[in-house]
């Protein structure tokens, strides 16, 4: 009996100390990880808006080339040049993407395109997170939507190659851009009005 009470008071004194310690570090470390989360926003905001930096510089030019437009939960940035990124999230084939996407001022062309976090298969489905790969979408009209098509086989001004052997996650990024970008400028057409 003594026994088991001993390992329950343990229990509790471990429990309660090791709970104040991963407060305790929460709380030194959360805004270290905001400002974190912050630079890589910003940093990727640039990069799609396609607005050169280096680290030192980065919080300097966002501030002088980008405009942040807020409306209800909807958040935008606009480049000097009349561009406008934004970012979306959805479910692909294994789990959630994320990016931002930019589009020209015409509001019916991409600008740029960045996945910032996936979740698919690697050496196939990762491949939609390649540079080389989101290249392809530069110019690329979305009204009234982008079109994947079979790998080489895009030429239309809205077509994009598919990734051969990830159907799945472009099948799955193709219905997240377009649902993206179509809510996207419909909500800042709004905003502006």
């Known amino acids: 009996m003594k026994s088991a009470l001993r390992i329950i008071i343990f229990v509790i004194v471990m429990g309660t100390a090791s709970g104040a310690m991963l407060t ?4 030194l470390t959360l805004p270290m990880i905001e400002k974190n989360e912050e630079l890589k926003l910003k940093s990727a905001v640039l990069d799609v808006l396609e607005i050169p930096y280096q680290k030192d510089t980065l919080l300097e030019l966002f501030s002088h080339n980008v405009k942040k437009i807020e409306k209800d939960k909807d958040v935008f940035f ?3 040049d009349g561009s406008l990124a934004f970012t979306f999230r959805g479910p692909g084939l294994w789990g959630m993407i994320e990016g931002i ?18 979740e698919e298969t690697p050496g196939l489905g990762a491949r939609i997170a390649d ?16 079109i994947f098509v079979a790998q080489g086989k895009a030429s239309a001004r809205n077509e994009v190659d ?7 996650s472009t099948t799955a ?6 649902e993206a970008l179509q809510k996207n400028i419909n909500a800042f057409k709004d905003a502006s009005k």
């Open 173 to 178: 990024l193709e219905k997240l851009l377009n």
């Open 162 to 168: 598919a990734i051969a052997g990830a159907t799945g």
């Open 78 to 80: 606009q480049g000097l």
């Open 101 to 118: 996407a930019s589009i020209n001022a015409d509001f019916k062309t991409i600008k740029s395109i960045k996945i910032v976090h996936q």
């Open 24 to 27: 305790g570090v929460n709380t």
């Open 131 to 146: 540079s080389e790969y989101l290249a392809q979408f530069k110019s690329k009209e979305f009204i009234p939507k982008l």
